[in-house]
């Protein structure tokens, strides 16, 4: 992600306060102390809290969520919750409709791009838990084929664990796979495969993944997702960046709560 597109990830939470609230609104009109100190801004804040309702001091916590006492006598000195708040959300209504489109605009391409790093299969997958010198070695093997246009230096994968008919994991983990000596001359090119074999946990195993649970199991199925963020090519370059849709849901959260705390 570029830096100069970095916003506030702010969530929404109640103030950890003693708060006896009230259904008297006037609380948050009260002016704070910005501008002396940690001790007389927490008195000032304190004393207006019996006086609002907890969505205004949940408002107020989301405003000031990233700030310190310096940056808010900086924005606004000796301002009250409300000001505060309406500036906050003032902010961040101008500032992040255009990172959103931005975002909205590049997640197709890297849907793409994701898509034809994802065309990598992993079919014949086994799972066992071999003895070993730390007890029992859970190990998941299976047959790798390269089905996209690009040659790989690594892999990823995300690993679950399904036991019997269940249609939730019991373990999940995540695999990967270098090709650097792979048929002699290294990487996995468009067309290959490979035979891989994974221990889940390294030397003393992964204990999530052979629970009693597991070991008594009467099936016991691996299912092997395609990371493509984790994909590196020959030069050990990321094929994709970070997918843009976290940030899009993060901030898309934050522009639906700047509108209510705009409303307050």
């Known amino acids: 992600m570029n830096p100069s597109f970095c916003f506030p990830m702010r969530t929404l939470c109640i103030l950890t306060l003693a708060l006896g609230l009230s259904a008297c609104s006037k609380g948050i009109d009260r002016a704070l102390v910005t501008g002396e100190g940690d001790t007389a801004y927490r008195t000032s804040l304190d004393r207006l809290v019996p006086e609002a309702t907890q969505e205004q001091l949940a408002a107020f916590n989301w405003a000031v969520s990233d700030l310190t006492i310096e940056a808010i006598h900086a924005r606004y000195p000796n301002a009250s919750p409300r000001r505060v708040m309406h500036g906050e959300a003032e902010l961040m209504l101008e500032s992040l409709p255009p990172r959103i489109a931005q975002l909205k605009a590049q997640l197709p391409e890297w849907q793409a791009s994701a898509a034809n ?35 790989f230096a690594r892999y990823g994968w995300t690993a679950e664990l399904y036991l019997d008919d269940a249609v939730e994991p019991v373990a999940r983990t995540r695999l990967t796979a270098s090709f650097a000596h792979h048929n002699g001359g290294g990487g996995l090119d468009p067309g290959a495969s490979a035979s891989m074999s994974f221990q889940v946990g390294f030397v003393s195993g992964d204990k999530a993944w052979s629970t009693l649970e597991i070991q008594r199991a009467a099936k016991r199925t691996v299912k092997m997702v395609p990371d493509p963020e984790a994909a590196r090519d020959l030069a050990d370059r990321a094929f994709v960046g970070q997918s843009p849709q976290e940030e899009l849901a993060i901030l898309e959260e934050n522009l639906q709560t700047s509108r209510k705390v705009r409303q307050l």
């Not at 790093?117 to 079919?123: E, L, P």
């Not at 997958?125 to 089905?147: D, E, M, R």
């Open 117 to 151: 790093v994802a065309a990598v299969t992993a079919t014949d997958i086994g799972f066992a838990l071999n003895p070993g010198f730390f007890g029992l070695q859970p190990t998941i093997t299976a047959i790798v084929a390269n089905n996209s246009k690009l040659s």
